[in-house]
């Protein structure tokens, strides 16, 4: 079984500060894993994955995620946040052991930059 | 370049009525996603087509629902007796599949509201 967990339902972060918004995920395989950000009335928007390789991936935006395999998470990091990122936050997830198709999303976070 | 596109992004119905939701992928994509968005949830997986055949239709909550592709291009997502529990956004995503490891790119949804 797949599933992702975002444990925080509202992040604040002051504009200027770095930000975190964390993802643990369940997978039988290998996990590809996928961060998606979410504006008002608009589809989502995908900002970065892992795949393999290089633990720390950078993304859109000046983001980026860190992939802890022990911890079996992946939580999306920027340095520097900026009003406009506020938005909702989704982590998703793929089981690469059989080529799984669609995506387990998790519930998301909201992020709301504060001036 | 453009995106995806979903017609109509809004639908109001009443309850027992039929409804049908489009989608227009990316051009080249020949994997097809549908999704659906509760409140407060992230996306959960309907259907998926690889070309014009349904791959995988595990997400389907039940045969009131049903997709087609017929030309491997633009899907229609089909909901017959529509029950007010099925209000919700409906998410279309296409990719040009890579064995898991695709970006999924999503459309603006559609907003679906049973009276």
């Known amino acids: 079984a797949q599933s992702v967990a975002q444990p925080e339902d509202q992040v604040n972060v002051a504009e200027g500060n770095p930000l975190t918004v964390k993802c643990t995920y369940s997978v039988s395989g290998n996990p590809y894993l996928f961060w998606y950000v979410q504006y008002p009335n608009r589809g989502l928007q995908f900002l970065l994955k892992y795949i393999t390789g290089d633990n720390l991936v950078k993304g859109s935006y000046g983001f980026e995620a860190e992939f802890n395999k022990s911890q079996t998470s992946f939580h999306l990091k920027k340095p520097s946040a900026l009003v406009s990122d506020s938005a909702l936050y989704f982590c998703a997830v793929r089981d690469g052991r059989n080529g799984a198709n669609n995506l387990f999303f998790g519930t998301g976070t909201r992020l709301t930059v504060i001036p | 370049g453009a995106g995806v596109s979903q017609t109509p992004s809004n639908k109001v119905t009443e309850k027992g009525k039929y409804v049908e939701l489009r989608c227009d992928p990316i051009?080249?994509?020949?994997?097809l996603y549908w999704y659906r968005q509760s409140l407060g949830q992230g996306p959960e997986f309907l259907i998926y087509f690889q070309g014009t055949g349904a791959a995988d239709d595990s997400g389907l909550p039940n045969d009131r629902f049903f997709a087609v592709r017929p030309e491997g291009s633009v899907s229609t997502l089909k909901i017959q007796r529509t029950e007010r529990g099925d209000s919700a956004v409906y998410l279309c995503?296409?990719?040009?599949?890579?064995?898991?490891?695709?970006?999924?790119?999503f459309g603006p949804g559609t907003r679906l509201t049973v009276l």
């Open positions: 995503a296409s990719s040009f599949p890579a064995g898991g490891t695709d970006t999924q790119y």
């Open positions: 051009s080249g994509h020949t994997a």
